[in-house]
């Protein structure tokens, strides 16, 4: 009896982990870049972030699947990060009033290119 107890109360709180489990996405959309030569038109670049609120995982999504990146969380929004296997790092922040900023740092041909895009994010 005491064995079945034990797997109810087990189960109870594995199930109630879950009820509180939630993925986030974050969809995004800019508009506007800038780069050496100044502020432009983007042809709507898009970005797409789902993040774990249990595990604190958080992912990109992109066209050849899903990659890991990092994450910052505070209490005015929240900073993604990613690795790339050139040494640079891209950022992307979005503010609790859901706007957003991608930061890539591109190590391309032994250049540096950096960029920066001004948009919007919507949580789903």
């Not at 797997?7 to 870049?33: D, I, K, R, W």
């Not at 609790?96 to 930061?103: E, L, Y």
Request: hydrophobic share 35%; aromatic share 12%; proline share 2%.
């Amino acid at each position: 009896m005491k064995y079945k107890i034990q797997q109810l109360l087990l189960t109870l709180t594995v199930m109630s982990f879950g009820a509180n489990a939630e993925v986030l996405s974050h969809y995004c959309s800019y508009p506007n870049y800038s780069n050496e030569e100044g502020l432009s038109k983007s042809n709507e670049f898009n970005l797409e972030f789902r993040y774990d609120t249990v595990t604190e995982d958080a992912f990109m999504v992109g066209n050849n699947g899903l990659s890991e990146v990092g994450v910052i969380k505070g209490s005015k929004g929240m900073t993604f990060l990613e690795f790339l296997s050139t040494g640079a790092v891209q950022t992307t922040t979005i503010a609790n009033n859901n706007k957003s900023v991608h930061s890539r740092h591109t190590l391309l041909w032994g250049d540096l290119i950096p960029s920066q895009y001004y948009g919007k994010c919507k949580k789903h």
